[in-house]
């Protein structure tokens, strides 16, 4: 390696570290930092059990839900979604017998070209049904994963993305936005949420939920998996798994290329 090769080498270095620090200036934020992980974790779950019992979707619980979940997301966006600092997210309610949280953006500003304001959308009745915390936190992750894909890119990738949450291609969706919220850690909280949401939903919009979501088992079946094999992950993101048997069939990382796994 000659005098100049590793000059260029060394520039190299300070860039990459310099454009690291750029993208992640947050990155540097403690464990106590961390809405998701004890003792803000802890607090959470009292708060939350103090809700339960109060009457659903009464007008009082409507600010309440919204004022409990704004910090979690702005907490949960420094500690783990950087990129969305300097995005605009906000905290709404809508009601529902099924769904407890999901994700909008605003159409007016999609179709003025003004700058993307991003929603995530929160059912009042959640507070009076005493939610895991670790579960809120997962799939606010969840919800957030979704933002952070809906927020880089044009106006046109985000249109394609509106398609995509829709009609058949929901479930590559949804669970692919599981995968995300997987791989930043939000594993255990996402089956406490599965639990959960199977147990306080009409009976028969629970197979509609495990169609659309990894359930638990699925969920430790990708994690055993992804102990022997991490770059798996990857493959997944792109060839999103629609059951165990799909998640068991997957090709070791040595062999991706040689087989596909269907879409
Ligand atoms: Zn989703």
């Known amino acids: 390696m000659n005098k100049s090769h590793i000059k260029r080498t060394l520039l190299l270095g300070a860039v990459v570290a310099l454009a690291a620090l750029a993208t992640h200036p947050v990155a540097a934020q403690s464990a106590s930092d961390d809405p998701c992980v004890a003792p803000a974790l802890l607090e959470k779950q009292a708060v939350f059990a103090k809700e339960a019992g109060s009457p659903p979707s009464t007008p009082v619980s409507v ?3 919204a004022a409990l979940t704004s910090p979690l997301v702005q907490q949960l966006i420094v500690a783990r979604f950087p990129e969305l600092t ?10 529902s017998d099924y769904d407890f949280f999901r994700t909008r953006f605003s ?6 070209f003004r700058r993307m304001r991003y929603f995530v959308e929160v059912n009042p009745r959640l ?11 997962a799939i606010l992750g969840h919800e957030l994963t ?3 894909s809906m927020s880089h890119g044009n106006r ?9 949450a829709s009609g058949k291609y929901t479930t590559v969706f949804e669970r692919r936005a599981d995968l995300e919220a997987i791989r930043r850690g939000f594993a255990p909280g996402l089956k406490a949420y ?5 147990a306080n939903i009409p ?7 495990k169609r659309d979501y990894f359930t638990p088992e699925e969920i430790d079946a990708l994690l055993s998996r992804l102990k022997q094999d991490p770059a798996l992950m990857d493959f997944w993101i792109r060839h999103v798994p629609l059951n165990e048997q799909q998640i068991m069939a997957a090709p070791g990382s040595g062999n991706f290329g040689k087989r596909r796994s269907s879409e």
Do not use: M
Request: aromatic share 12%.
């Open 63 to 65: 600010p309440r839900t």
């Open 194 to 198: 599965r639990q959960w949401i199977y």
């Open 203 to 209: 009976a028969e919009k629970v197979a509609r939920k």
């Open 86 to 95: 300097r995005k605009q997210v906000r905290v709404r309610t809508f009601n």
């Open 156 to 164: 046109l990738r985000l249109f394609g993305l509106v398609r995509l």
């Open 127 to 137: 507070l009076s049904l005493s939610p895991p915390s670790d579960g809120v936190c």
């Open 146 to 148: 979704h933002i952070s």
């Open 107 to 112: 159409y007016s500003r999609f179709f003025l």
